[in-house]
């Protein structure tokens, strides 16, 4: 209830102020009234920065990398953890932490890209159909049935045959470039957008569906009357207004986004080894449960801990986001 | 609104034929064939199979009678599966798939409506945060993880319950837990930000204007635009869960239409894959529609030109 | 706010009580058995083999899930010994085989039955036969049949070449000599005919660079080989003659393969491709098809019509198609399974379950893991560079690394054909001098750093020294190699492990790439690939020259573009040789020189790694995994389990399992005896 209350004190201070703060500084100030939501941010920036420097930290400091394989062959071999190994090793002796460290840099970039590939695709997709209305909504929703009804699998499978190898496009290049390059890291960033583009057509019907409802209402009808032009009605009108739903259908696509991802690894179309992700790390791990359950827990936790933080953080948003809030 | 249904009815067909079309196209694209395995086949014995195919004429004369055959809604004979016909498949395998995720979206759907409705009514109480916790719980174990940590416990320390395969009403209550889990959580946050949502509109200030009990408010007024999301969520995910988990298929050895799919595409199995497509679009698409017909009835504000 | 903290901590509680449970399962482990282990109820054997089975026709499946099935449905002239996988009596009472090795009789038992009750005689033997190789029904493992004499003609379509009404042999396109005999007919008996293409393009275009062949088509009339024209014959109604185009010692031992599995003639011309169908389908094994739900049971059931019937001693064995192999193990832990299939227990378990020491079953197996090098490709065309990396590999750390295998440097598995390693290893040592190796430094394969480091140098590469052997190649073209592999479990830890070794060892950094399977197959055989790939290879039959075979002929199956005419000429000559000894000589001398070549790394014989309730009997952990199922009973009698298993291949016998074995070795044995009788009294008598 404090929230609400506070939400509310701040409408009525708001009020007199005619420019006022902006949207996004008043739904920022909000966000940190949220502790929840704080909590949220909270571990995500040191998750980001973990995953981002940890890497470079444990070589830095004790030579240990993600992909390293002891020599003795006596040491290969999954060890509890312990001093040295804070989560233990995995069944080939490298160490854990190191793994799910760098596995998190792959799995928050498939989070954050694919998701943001499908939320630009479907978000303006659906708002578009959506508010067009009539022949051209039925056709593009039929389009997104059509695409629907074709396994997603085969889909990647081709688009990763198909442009994998020496086809990558030369901006994916670019991309993993960044990252260091290579074969493997090409495919993965490819397979980022693979993911995306099988994963906006939920977002298509979701938006779509609220714009249909939000369309009739009035201040739809006052924009239109006073000469707002089409473009300027869906995106700065219609689309803030259905943001709760949107920004909450989009933390609900990153975790699905990753565990469609540790699926395909599962399936042998995800990520190329060495490289990991959580959901490749726990996918191997859960088949061990039994004997080195280490394997499991600690990539599971720290995948669980980031989307239970992702998913207060989108909470948060939308309570922060949320423009029916704001006219009280 | 007739009119509506009927157009939708009738244009499923060339969709479904369109899909099909452009699901042969990505299976030409794919690399590998039905039948590579670990040895290299001599050329004599891989043209033998290719005649006995028909892949050795052109594409446009497979590709015409494939979908001549299907028009008369014969997908011929599985390529991996000697004998074996492709409707006979189907219907074998889609009850299979049907059963567990009709009963885990029932189980899905009591827990997350209830939860959802409850926490946002109590919004900020113990309840919401509890059953929201656990929904976010819910979303951040993926069902590979959960379904055999359940079998860990309940086959393998307590030896309850059965570890895998089709049997009895036992076999079934894993797997179904494990699916409905996800969906549960899904629909318990869509609900909750659904009816957050309506409650602040205007409409329901209206209602409470006009003096109506708290509980008509939210049962007559509330509830029905509140579920919009959880509607248009339910359509696809129905339609997936009858078709199967591949991942609950596999980890509880269910002999469903998901596994066999996947096994399908990974076998290049083309009349195989092209026959669940088909059937697999055509539910997908009727599903779709039953949810736009059911905005009409959930939200006044929707109207069908 | 507070109360989510709360929440936390009960997430954290049960995360700790989770791993209390998970804890407590591992050791709970003191007990004797892992997991569920009941006296069994009833006679039925439940058993996971693997995949769902494509097909019940055994001239039709190619996979090992359907294989062991299938033996069991389908009699065969012999059947494997369950321990040695040898060939031992099953349709054919006993054989022989003619001076030149080219002919083999068989002598079939009269009281053979199919599921349906109709007699198996020679002849049905001849139309499987002919079934199984006829264009028509396509089937992938058609080359198995190839050394029976035109069976490869009649497999690809192909005809003889007829000039005035006399059929052109052979050898007549390569030497034309005018005093061979031409035969008017193309039987059995006659000289080996010459057959060409059916398809006029395909043959013109052979013609073309051979002007013999050129001459002898021209103007020819061509008469399409027909099934009639395979080397198989009824002598009579029990007695089988098979004529192989020339001699195969193996080629008994390959019989025992479902491929040539006796099927009932009548009712499959009846049915067409419905005859597998539950309610159609005739065998002739030992059992019969019960009820078959696919993907979820099928039941075989002992059929009362089987010659043998009252030595079969299970009443039934279901069998449960499934993928995931964790599931498999939670189903045996369970108690809901008897037996698994080989490699079910992973390799990283094995120090955990190797102490259930009366369930888990670790023994060499007939396959091998190895690398293919692209050898056509820089970097690796060079032979030099190919060796560096093969000797960059620490075979020991690999070996204790996955358990449950056993280094390998030779293309044969080792532990699994005593007596041609024996031969071998003379070979290898006598060879090896002739080259000038030290014997230190062929020991030295396994794993040899500095060797490896040297040969770098010697193709060309700068190597910078480090401690312990190793070194760092700076200027090898690391992003042209890739590492590629099929997507598995352990596939993938194989190449993790062999793409760090090279990194340490040779400072050089590949890239390693996996496939899904369907992608990675053409992939590999078309040898599209630069740098080496991942095979697996297991044996069709108890003999090296299944292994050796893969880089015979230009269009080999060995995926690495390396061939050698002389390596043919090699294995041709010791398979015409009659003498075991002298034979293996031969082949281990191919072996030597194709390994010199080093166009694979092999890497390791696999091991079995499978387990089986202690009530199971008479299930072996042999060289393929494969189980002749009428040996296998469930023993009720608790003070008759199985103790000890790792010791079951030697220790100890199974005398119910040893005395059916020599019941069925009877007739040949005699047989056998009489012979070797009757040719020292010949003798005597010319003496």
Known sequence: MKEDINTQGDGAQDAPVVKGTSLWKDAWKRLLKNKLAVFGLAVMILMVLAVGLGPFIMEWTSGITPDYIPANGDLIRSFPPSLQHPMGTDEAGRDLLARVLQGGRISLMVGIISTAVSLIVGVSYGAIAGYAGGRLDNVMMRLVDIIYAIPYILIVIVLLSVFGGENIPSWIGAMSEVFGGGAGLNQIFLLFFALGLVSWLTMARVVRGQILSLKNEEFVLAAKSTGVSTPAIIFRHLVPNALGPVIVYATLTVPSVMLTEAFLSFLGIGVQAPYASWGSLASDGIKNIAIFPWQLIFPGVTMALTLFSLNFLGDGLRDALDPQTRKF | MLKFILKRLLIIIPMALLVVTVTWGLIRIAPGNFYSTERKLPPAIEENIRKKYGLDKPWYVQYGTMMGNIIRLDFGDSLKYQGQSVNEIIRRHFPYSATIGLLAYILALIIGLFAGIVAALKQNSAFDYGSMAAAMLGLSVPNFVLGPILVLFFSLYLYWLPPARWGGPLYLIMPVVTLAAIYAAYIARLTRAGMLEVMRSDYIRTARAKGLDEKTVLLKHGLRGGIVPVVSFTGPALASLLAGTVVVEKVFAIPGLGNMFIQAVLNRDEPLILGIVAFLSILIMIFNLAVDISYGFLDPRIRYE | MTRYITGGRRAGLALILLSLIISGCSTQASTKYWGKVTEPNDNVLRYITGSEPESLDPQF??????????????????????????????????????????????????????????????????????????????????????????????????????????????????????????????????????????????????????????????????????????????????????????????????????????????????????????????????????????????????????????????????????????????????????????????????????????????????????????????????????????????????????????????????????????????????????????????????????????????????????????????????????????????????????????????????????????????????????????????????????????????????????????????????????????????????????????????????????????????????????????FVYIEQDRSKWDKAVDGIMTDYTDPRVESQIKALMKTQVDFEAAKAKQTDEKEDKTD
């Open chain 3, 61 to 630: 499946v190619t996979g090992q899930p359907e294989a062991r099935i299938l033996i069991g449905l389908y009699t065969r002239l012999v059947e494997f010994e369950p321990k040695t996988m040898a060939p031992i009596p099953e349709m054919a009472t006993n054989w022989e085989q003619s001076e030149d090795g080219t002919v083999y009789t068989f002598y079939l038992r009269k009281n053979g039955k199919f599921s349906n009750g109709d007699p198996i005689k020679a002849q049905d033997f001849v139309w499987s036969f002919q079934r199984a190789l006829s264009p028509e029904l396509a089937s992938r493992y058609g080359f198995l049949g190839y050394d029976i004499k035109y069976a490869e003609a009649y497999n690809s379509g192909q005809a003889f070449v007829k000039k005035g009404g006399k059929f052109l042999r052979a050898d007549d396109a390569d030497a034309a000599s005018d005093d061979q005999a031409q035969p008017t007919n193309c039987g059995i008996n006659e000289p080996i005919c010459l057959t060409v293409s059916s398809d006029e393009e395909t043959r013109n275009k052979a013609a073309a660079d051979d002007e013999k062949l050129k001459a002898a088509i021209e103007g020819a009339e061509f008469v399409p080989v027909k099934p009639e024209n395979i080397g198989v014959e009824a002598a009579d109604d029990y007695t089988l003659k098979i004529t192989l185009k020339q001699s195969a010692p193996y080629f008994v031992g390959l019989l025992t393969h479902q491929f040539f599995s006796a099927l009932h003639r009548a009712s499959i011309e009846k049915w067409g491709k419905d005859w597998i169908k539950p309610e159609h389908i005739v065998t002739s094994g030992p059992f019969k098809l019960g009820e078959w739900k696919p993907y979820d049971e099928m039941t075989i059931v002992r059929d009362p019509n089987y010659w043998d019937a009252a030595n079969v001693h299970l009443d039934g064995i279901k069998f449960y198609p499934m993928d995931e192999q964790t599931t498999m193990m939670n189903l045996y832990k369970a108690g809901r399974v008897d037996a698994l299939y080989n490699h079910t227990v992973p390799a990283a378990w094995n120090e955990f379950i190797r102490q259930f020491k009366d369930e888990y079953l670790l023994q060499p197996e007939m396959s091998i893991e190895y690398y293919t090098f692209s050898v056509k490709k820089p970097p690796v065309d060079k032979v030099e560079v190919r060796r560096a990396f093969a000797l960059a590999v620490d075979r020991e750390a690999l070996e204790k690394y996955r358990k449950t295998v056993k280094r390998l440097v030779n293309f044969t598995p080792e532990g699994i054909f005593p007596e041609y390693e024996k031969v071998r290893k003379r070979v290898f040592s006598e060879l090896i001098k002739k080259e000038g190796i030290s014997q230190e430094e062929w020991n030295d394969r396994m794993f040899d750093p500095k060797h490896a480091c040297e040969l770098m140098e010697k193709a060309g590469y700068t190597a910078k020294k480090q401690d312990g052997g190793k070194c760092t190649v700076t200027d090898f073209p690391a992003d042209k190699m890739t590492l590629t592999y099929n997507t598995s479990e352990s596939n993938k830890q194989v190449a993790e492990f062999v793409q760090a070794q090279w990194k340490q060892n040779l400072g050089i950094e590949v890239q390693i790439k996996n496939m899904e399977w369907k992608t990675f197959l053409p992939y590999r055989s078309s040898i599209e690939y630069t740098g080496a790939a991942r095979a697996g290879w297991v044996g069709d039959f108890v003999d090296p020259f299944t292994f050796l075979s893969q880089f015979y002929t230009a269009q080999n199956d060995s995926s690495t573009g390396w061939w050698d005419r002389k390596y043919d000429e090699m294995l041709d000559s010791a398979n015409k040789t009659a003498d075991p000894t002298k034979r293996f000589e031969l082949l281990a001398e191919a072996e030597f020189m194709m390994l010199q070549d080093q166009p694979v790394i092999p890497l390791a014989t696999s091991g079995t790694s499978w387990m089986k309730k202690p009530y199971v009997k008479g299930m072996y952990p042999n060289p393929g995994t494969m189980h002749p199922w009428k």
